[in-house]
């Protein structure tokens, strides 16, 4: 899906809500377990539940991995069933040198036709190149993220300011804004505000709003540009928003709820 | 496999081989295109080949992943088959917060039983520390790669050294040299000698030695240790060495010449 289109379809939305499934076959619905494929069985509900207020849905494909070929069959099935106006992200945090980062690129714009796939930029200009040569795909590279360890190298200082700050101008630099996005983990407005100096017209991936305890206000009134250009991902707070048999009501009433807030900012 | 035993592999052997499973199917010779998998059965041939000559097996998840579920299944076979005296990686490269590291580690020490996982560290510490708490599985964290890309963040400035430096550091705090190998791309002396004084006792998984153009005489006298702790890794120059239906007897000469190279050195 191309910039443009992305951007029809969170007007059209008024809404930049993007659903993590992130489905741990753990936390899904006993009741679920009685159909061949419980995990395809939890998204396909979920999506039917939540597609009218989402305009992007992130697969976060170690759930799937970690159940082996099964994991990657309900993987590729919920790809499928996914509307073809909803933007797709591989969330697998892929980085490796030219001839394997080509691999990737096979694997998540070709076996398994992704929208996006999200990049860590820790090897350099090759690692991510090979994922900007897809017209209409995107590498959405991870700039700041949103857990504790991002201060351990991400937040040191690097040259004149740290070292997320040069990943964003150095990444920024390799390809434009029809074909990379970034990770910003970022839910204080200082911050926002900094990283939207560096990249202020790419589209930002945000996770850590909601269940995590960022607070949208901020992120909307501070990323939001003339375009939109930001995705919030909730995860968690939607997909287990209930645990019961109405599991997909409850995912539905709160995907409606953010879309709410998010229709708000616009 | 825990660290005395893969030390007692390398003496026995006279050998700190790995070969690199980077098995491009288009680069596969043509007659085993006749078989059901013929990934698998290129695998079996090289490892029935190479398996006297090395002491550790590398996997490129990559050039499975892209072949999909046939892809996945063929990996599955692949490490199944290779001898349980020999060391298996999952070069994967993987890495992302907490619980989804947890699944990662997961995938690749339960479901796949590797022996260890490479792992990217632009995340930190809770993306890593969930590879480190499987007695006998290690986590190989990207330190210095051999691509040109490492010139873009690994080889900035950071603090008083440079941005690997400070990622040996500071990820070597985290476990120990029983869970803890670090993927050093280096094949420079001062780099080699910089990178002992830093980790001087952890085992370092060493690429871009032989085809690449490292110079295994510098890399063994450099960064040997009392108790070796080396792994240098060569992918296409075995695995590729023939191209014909002798590919096996090519890979087999190849993998015994980097041996004896190496037999040298101890």
């Keep these: 899906m191309n910039r443009q289109s992305l951007i029809d379809q969170i007007r059209k939305k008024k809404s930049f809500l993007c659903v993590g499934l992130d489905t741990d076959i753990t936390k899904i619905p006993q009741h679920l377990f ?3 494929d419980p995990v395809f069985e939890f998204n396909k509900a979920i999506i039917d539940a939540t597609k009218d207020h989402t305009v992007a849905y992130k697969i976060n494909t170690a759930f799937y991995e970690a159940q082996g070929l099964k994991g990657w ?3 590729g099935k ?13 969330d ?9 980062a080509e691999q990737y690129a096979k694997t998540f714009f070709d076996t398994y036709p992704y929208d996006s796939v999200t990049v860590a930029p820790y090897m350099g200009k090759d690692s991510v190149t090979p994922f900007l ?6 590498a959405i590279v991870l700039g700041l993220t949103s857990n504790e360890g991002s201060r351990d190298f991400q937040l040191q200082p690097s040259g004149d300011g740290l070292l997320y700050e040069k990943v964003l101008q150095t990444v920024a630099s390799w390809g434009s804004v029809d074909n990379t996005m970034f990770v910003v983990g ?8 900094r990283i939207r100096k560096i990249v202020p017209d790419h589209f930002l991936l945000i996770p850590g709003v909601g269940a995590q305890g960022g607070d949208m206000a901020t992120v909307a009134r501070t990323a939001m540009n ?12 939607i997909i287990f928003a209930g645990s019961g048999n109405d599991f997909a009501d409850q995912a539905a009433k709160a995907a409606a709820t953010y879309r709410e807030e998010m229709e708000s900012y616009f």
């Design 73 to 75: 069959s309900s993987m």
């Design 186 to 193: 970022a839910t204080q407005k200082e911050q926002l505000e």
């Design 34 to 36: 009685a159909t061949e």
């Design 92 to 100: 697998a945090k892929r980085g490796d040198i030219g001839n394997t």
């Design 133 to 138: 040569q897809f017209p209409g795909k995107w």
């Design 78 to 90: 919920t790809l499928d069933y996914i509307p073809k106006n909803i933007f797709t992200i591989a």
């Design 226 to 237: 003339k375009d939109v250009s930001i995705l919030v991902n909730v995860s968690r707070g």
